[in-house]
């Protein structure tokens, strides 16, 4: 668990409709700046995409199948990964400087808040050490070619840290249209038994609105109080 931030709080906002990457890159990048200055609050923004391919700074150029959607490069780490209507995209910005200057602390963090807001919904939840993300096990789908389990991911992490001040986040799989991840090696995991998965898709007639609640519900006793 990360120690709490001091009594200033974070700051939590939703945007309605879909928020155009490049202004969400621009957006975190000042805010990250100003909250390293001491000039804003932490902030925990929610955010839905229109359908687009993001390549992190580990990226291979035979992991993009098709040019289905644009693509935009980005400083985050990790691989290939879409965003979409659907998906509910969490960008956080904390500073670490005032909690702990860890960030494998930080990722485990985050897991456990997407782990945490899946257990909510009768769902487990899974990190593995091998692959990025929080995945399910579908015992219902084909197994590998050596038995084993089928695994499906529902949410993608990638982050990026500046003067220990975070940015970007997660993307947690609530309904959006998972063929549109068919142009991508997503997040260069390419096993037949490993595929992508949402809440939807799950049996879950879940809404964005019932994520966020538990999102924010799940959070404080992770991160700290939200105002």
């Known amino acids: 668990m990360l120690p709490r931030p001091g009594e200033n709080g974070v700051e939590w906002q939703v945007s309605?409709?879909?928020?155009?990457?490049?202004?969400?890159?621009?957006?975190?990048?000042?805010r990250a700046n100003l909250i390293y200055e001491g000039r804003a609050p932490e902030l925990i923004w929610l955010v839905e995409h229109p359908p687009l391919y993001t390549a992190g700074t580990?990226?291979?150029?035979?992991?993009?199948?098709?040019?289905?959607?644009?693509?935009?490069?980005?400083?985050?780490?990790?691989?290939y990964t879409y965003h979409g209507p659907g998906q509910r995209v969490a960008y956080v910005m904390l500073d670490l400087n005032r909690r702990k200057?860890?960030?494998?602390?930080?990722?485990?963090?985050?897991?456990?808040?997407?782990?945490?807001?899946?257990a909510a919904f009768n769902i487990r939840g899974e990190?593995?050490?091998?692959?990025?993300?929080?995945?399910?096990?579908?015992?219902?789908?084909?197994?590998?070619?050596?038995?084993e389990i089928a695994e499906d991911k529902i949410a993608a992490l990638g982050i990026r840290v500046r003067r220990w001040v975070t940015f970007h986040g997660l993307s947690i799989n609530v309904e959006p249209d998972l063929d549109h991840f068919s142009g991508i090696v997503p997040c260069g995991i390419a096993e037949a038994h490993y595929g992508v998965t949402s809440l939807v898709d799950l049996g879950l007639p879940v809404t964005m609105a019932d994520v966020d609640v538990v999102l924010k519900r799940e959070f404080e006793p992770l991160f700290g109080k939200i105002d």
């Open 16 to 30: 309605p409709g879909l928020t155009a990457y490049e202004q969400a890159v621009s957006f975190m990048e000042e």
């Open 58 to 79: 580990s990226t291979r150029s035979e992991d993009l199948k098709s040019n289905l959607f644009p693509v935009h490069q980005t400083g985050r780490g990790g691989q």
């Open 101 to 118: 200057p860890d960030l494998r602390a930080f990722v485990c963090a985050l897991e456990a808040w997407v782990i945490a807001t899946l």
């Open 127 to 147: 990190r593995r050490e091998d692959r990025v993300g929080v995945w399910v096990k579908r015992p219902d789908k084909a197994p590998g070619l050596k038995g």
